[in-house]
Nanobody, 123 residues
Framework: QVQLVESGGGLVQPGGSLRLSCAAS????????MGWFRQAPGKEREFVAA????????YYADSVKGRFTISRDNAQNTVYLQMNSLEPRDTAIYYC????????????????WGQGTQVTVSS
């Protein structure tokens, strides 16, 4: 089982930026596909971005394309989500997820989850 710990959330004004981090332990990080999901109050958890083991392939939800960037550092067992041009609709709890094999874009694809970090975009 892989343990995941997110950090970097907070309160930011519209148009601002945040960088989320997710530190992994207990697995072979370089073989894990990693994903970011988010869940707003009263809504289902939704896919945000994903990255393959080597970092060469990335995937994004249409709602964040051009604003968010997912990356990973296999030496540090960490995946990042750089979020720019944040909007109030980005307000949610952001979760990191891991799975062996190829990336997935839905919740059931992933085996291990972090506890989440709150992102609030408000003036």
């Amino acid at each position: 089982q892989v343990q995941l710990v997110e950090s970097g959330g907070g309160l930011v004004q519209p148009g601002g930026s945040l960088r989320l981090s997710c530190a992994a332990s207990g697995g072979t990080f370089s073989r894990l596909a990693m994903g970011w999901f988010r869940q707003a109050p009263g809504k289902e958890r939704e896919f945000v971005a994903a990255i393959m083991w080597g970092g060469g392939s990335t995937y994004y939800a249409d709602s964040v394309k051009g604003r968010f960037t997912i990356s990973r550092d296999n030496a540090q067992n960490t995946v990042y989500l750089q979020m720019n041009s944040l909007e109030p609709r980005d307000t949610a709890i952001y979760y990191c997820a891991a799975k062996y094999g190829t990336v997935g874009k839905i919740v059931p694809h992933y085996d291990d989850w972090g506890q989440g970090t709150q992102v609030t975009v408000s003036s």
